[in-house]
Every structure is written in C-alpha cells, then in structure tokens.
C-alpha cells in the first residue's frame, strides 16, 4: 500500500478561507441560475416554481394546504 502525499509546508487559515470563499461564490451564482422564483397570483409572494405557496396555501390556483389550522406538534412518541 503507497503513501499519501503530504503538503510540504502548512497552508495559514487565511488562504483556506479564501479558497472557501471563492467557492461559496461560485455555488451562490450557480444557484441563482438554477431556482426559479415566481410571484404567487393570489397573495404576490415570491415562491419557487412548482411549490405551494407557503402564505396562502394554494398550488395553481386550487386551496392545497389550509393554512389557518395550527400544526400539532409532536411531543412524546406513542409505543
């Protein structure tokens, strides 16, 4: 079994900050491209496509969720 290669100096934390700041760059202007956000017809909120508006509860132009019911949350698991 070979050796891994090993850096031959220790790189100082501001250069890996710098990379990693190139790539949360880089992935920040591919996401953009890639979700598309879309105004509600109902309440005009931004809303990505093809979800349900989380403010009024409607998927094109049909009530889906009902938004004035509270959510019961869990909080103890029944055996």
């Known amino acids: 079994m070979s050796k891994k290669p090993t850096p031959k100096q220790k ?3 501001s250069r ?4 990693f700041g ?15 956000l879309v ?6 909120m931004k809303v990505p496509s093809h ?3 989380k403010e009024c509860g409607k998927y094109r ?6 938004v004035k019911k509270e959510m019961k949350k869990i909080t103890k698991i029944k055996a």
């Open 22 to 36: 190139a790539f949360q760059t880089r992935a920040r202007e591919h996401l953009k491209n890639i979700v598309n």
């Open 61 to 66: 132009g049909r009530q889906v969720l009902d």
């Open 39 to 44: 105004t509600c017809k109902s309440c005009g």
């Open 11 to 13: 790189l100082c934390g």
């Open 51 to 53: 979800t349900v508006c």
């Open 16 to 19: 890996s900050k710098r990379r």
